[in-house]
């Protein structure tokens, strides 16, 4: 089945330390982005990538950093230097350039402060 | 910058109601506009865009919108909503020409009963 798996779906993170987010595409997609949905803020830009070995911060990149190895694969790190990371994160992939082509996102994952 | 603005954060109807979400946007320039939806414990996926031609656009499930330059307005329109169209609606946009990013609305809840 095609699409845009991120794992885990829960995430818990503990004062001080940093988490990694899971995000999978087998579209075959050359950009992968990862957004931050807050309740009554809509979906936040953090970091994107166009292609394999490059990216740029969004938005909202303080207290992130992601790699793209992979074309595949998107990680997204959350730093302890992010002081309010309790957030829905998504990941999407696109195409890089065809602006009119929609982004396909993936189930999310939910990440909360212990 | 821009930026897109829904005006309705919650909105409540019931079965068989007409349904208008608003949308605008900042951009002077030629855009791309899209509706996602996400329904409850799914992921976001694509109602419809418009990036060219007709400003009427249709898109799944009964929903259209419509592209008003002149107002920098892209609604969505359902003549008669059901209860499986409880979701959350984000309006979005990007302009051709750079990378492909979206600028995301806030959202909307729209709450159907029975």
């Known amino acids: 089945d095609g699409g845009i798996t991120q794992s885990p779906k829960y995430l818990f993170r503990k004062e001080g330390q940093n988490v990694t987010l899971s995000c999978e595409q087998n579209?075959?997609?050359?950009?992968m982005y990862w957004y931050r949905q807050d309740p009554g803020q809509g979906l936040r830009l953090i970091y994107y990538s166009q292609i394999v070995n490059d990216f740029q911060k969004g938005d909202i990149a303080e207290g992130y950093s992601v790699s793209r190895e992979k074309k595949e694969s998107f990680p997204l790190t959350v730093t302890s230097a992010q002081k309010n990371p309790t957030a829905f994160y998504l990941c999407a992939a696109g195409q890089a350039k065809l602006s009119n082509q929609p982004q396909h996102f993936g189930d999310g994952t939910r990440l909360s402060i212990l | 910058a821009q930026s897109v603005s829904q005006h309705n954060h919650h909105v409540i109807l019931s079965e068989a109601a007409s349904l208008e979400l608003g949308c605008n946007y900042s951009y002077g320039g030629t855009v791309n506009l899209f509706w996602y939806v996400q329904y409850p414990g799914q992921h976001l996926q694509l109602l419809l865009k418009y990036f060219s031609g007709d400003p009427l656009v249709k898109g799944i499930k009964g929903f259209e919108a419509e592209f008003i330059k002149s107002k920098f307005s892209f609604n969505l329109r359902k003549p008669s909503v059901q209860w499986s169209d409880t979701a959350e609606y984000f309006c979005?946009?990007?302009?051709?020409?750079?990378?492909?990013?979206?600028?995301f609305g806030a959202g909307t809840r729209l709450a159907v009963h029975p």
């Open positions: 579209l075959n997609h050359d950009a």
């Open positions: 979005a946009v990007n302009a051709p020409g750079g990378y492909n990013k979206l600028i």
